[in-house]
């Protein structure tokens, strides 16, 4: 393998780094659903899980292995420390994907070598050269990554580079675990590496940043402009603290200026080949997947896929789009998959045209799912009359949402006004099959709810967050509610959407208890798992 390929590899790690924020845990199912979104997307590495860290983050990773890691479909990744048993579980968990990496990692920086692993430089090199080696003797994919690279003396970063390579290391990885980088001196670094690691050209350079400082994606680029060429990135950039870098900035960076980037990749200025394989026309649809899975929220701000991305609010400029889209825009929304909001269903459309235009909309639900679908949209019709793309995928995400089935509401009821009391009454059914109703005074409506359904599921905990956003205009606006709880020291979310904000409120909560309820119910205690985690 060579250090020049002429594309820049995307290598995801939602799911791995990603999910490591607090409140982000995904159970199985949702990885996977959340992994065959990827593929579609066209990520070439999925970093699926830490297969050592936990029972269910070992099924996580072997499932997706073998739904997911198909002749055709991304290699399979599994972070493993550079310890015999990680790197076992690692090898045992990928064994049914047909393209297998293990990626494994020791930290590398004085500051970590002193404080944390307590272990001489010497001591590091021996290691890092032995489990490269001990990973190789199960696949040949095999990464390496120095952690806290950007805060590593270069000199022993380089000696270690070379070890690994030479221990058959096919991807070395540069990590800025910190987010302490400048885009120069990350560039600088990657230059560095090049030049002074002599066996650097049998692998593939990649970097993996944190945005605590908010530079992850500018160093990333200009790391590609001096020799990277695989980008470990997420989903909407979640993950550890202010999250990693975020993929689609860099596949739209890389895109939409590929005249800039295209020499430093040896192609000509004008070249219009993709530098990614990304399909870009799916990167909203995994946005908003990501984001109601994890419960973790997109900033409107946000750029390539926030609500206001493309908004144009001032005279100025609303008035320049509509004369020539290009004076305010560098990018088609529609690039990214953003749909015209068109009304294309009603109350009298059928399964066909319900599966079609889902399927249109690059939907691919198993016979299962889209029943169950469909029975939403039949009662979303009901209610609404006009159903347009958006309420489309706000129904089908929230029918694909794989939270445990535990507590089910029933019935919820509320009364409220300026002059009375919010009072909730709710049924749930409980794990058993039992119904209980119980009812609640809150200091509004959604509370005297919430308080209901405390009375029956009984586990204390803080709500930390909530949200209501409506998924189109109008006053029959499907309401999407997300919220996040605190247990102990584990957050958890939940998202539900429904015409009634008051009945979505309700399943929203319903769900993050079902997440916390299930890790309850689990052999390890939630501590445990995150403790072992990167
Ligand atoms: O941030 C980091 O250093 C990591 C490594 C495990 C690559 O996530
Ligand atoms: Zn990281």
Same mark, same amino acid.
């Given at each position: ?359 249109? /909309? ?73 119904? /209980? ?25 803080? /709500? ?71």
């Amino acid at each position: 393998m060579t250090n020049k390929t002429d594309r820049i590899i995307i290598f995801d790690t939602t799911l791995r780094d990603g999910e490591q924020c607090p409140g982000a845990t995904l159970n199985i199912d949702e990885k996977l659903v959340i992994a065959k979104q990827l593929a579609r997307l066209g990520v070439d590495v999925i970093e699926a899980g830490f297969a050592f860290a936990s029972p269910g983050d070992f099924e996580a990773v072997k499932k997706i292995a073998q739904i997911v890691g198909t002749e055709n479909g991304p290699v399979v990744c599994s972070l493993a420390r550079a310890i015999k048993a990680d790197i076992e579980a690692a090898a045992e968990a990928l064994k049914p994907a047909v393209n297998a990496r293990i990626h494994t990692f020791i930290s590398t920086s004085d500051i970590h070598l002193e404080y944390q692993l307590r272990k001489s430089r010497a001591e590091v090199l021996a290691i890092a050269e032995e489990m490269v080696a001990y990973a190789k003797s199960f696949m040949t994919d095999v990464e390496f990554s120095p952690m806290d690279a950007a805060r590593t003396d270069p000199e022993f970063l380089y000696q270690v580079l070379e070890r690994a390579i030479a221990a058959g290391a096919t991807t070395v990885n540069i990590p800025d675990t910190v987010g302490y980088t400048t885009p120069s001196e990350f560039g600088a670094m990657i230059k560095g590496i090049i030049e002074n690691v002599p066996n650097i050209d049998q692998a593939i350079i990649s970097v993996h940043g944190h945005n605590d400082l908010g530079l992850a994606v500018a160093n990333f680029l200009e790391a590609v402009k001096n020799g990277a060429r695989q980008l470990e990135c997420t989903i909407n950039g979640i993950g550890e603290r202010a999250g990693n870098a975020s993929l689609e900035e860099l596949v739209m960076a890389l895109h939409v200026r590929r005249q800039y980037f295209n020499p430093y990749l040896g192609r000509p200025a004008d070249s219009q080949e993709s530098l990614t394989n990304i399909d870009t026309r799916q990167i909203y649809k995994t946005s908003r997947l990501v984001s109601n899975l994890t419960g973790m929220l997109v900033q409107p701000n946000k750029a390539i896929v926030g609500a206001n991305a493309f908004a144009h609010e001032s005279g100025i400029h609303q008035d320049g789009v509509l004369k020539n889209k290009l004076t305010y825009e560098i990018m088609d929304a529609q690039l990214i998959g953003l749909t015209d909001n068109q009304i294309v269903l009603g109350k009298h459309s059928g399964r066909n045209a319900f599966r079609t235009r889902l399927k249109e /909309l690059g939907f691919e639900l198993s016979d299962t799912e889209l029943n169950k679908a469909f029975v939403r949209f039949k009662e979303v019709a009901d209610k609404k009359k006009e159903i347009s793309d958006w309420d489309l995928e706000a129904i089908v995400n929230d029918e694909i949402q794989q939270a445990p089935d535990l507590f089910r509401v029933e019935l919820v009821q509320v009364s409220c006004g300026s002059n009375a009391r919010p009072t909730a009454t709710v049924t749930l059914r409980t794990p058993d099959g039992e119904e /209980l109703t119980d009812a609640a005074i809150g200091t509004g409506p959604v509370d005297a709810v919430y308080k209901a359904i405390n009375r029956v599921v009984n586990v204390p905990n803080q /709500l930390i967050e909530f949200s209501v956003q409506s998924v189109t205009g109008g006053i029959d606006a499907i309401g999407e509610v997300t919220i996040r709880l605190r247990y102990e020291s584990k957050v958890f979310s939940g998202h539900a959407a429904n015409t009634d904000i008051i009945v979505a409120s309700a399943q929203a909560y319903v769900n993050a208890l079902n997440r916390l309820y299930a890790s309850l119910q689990t052999q390890q205690k939630p501590e445990e798992v995150t403790a072992q985690k990167v």
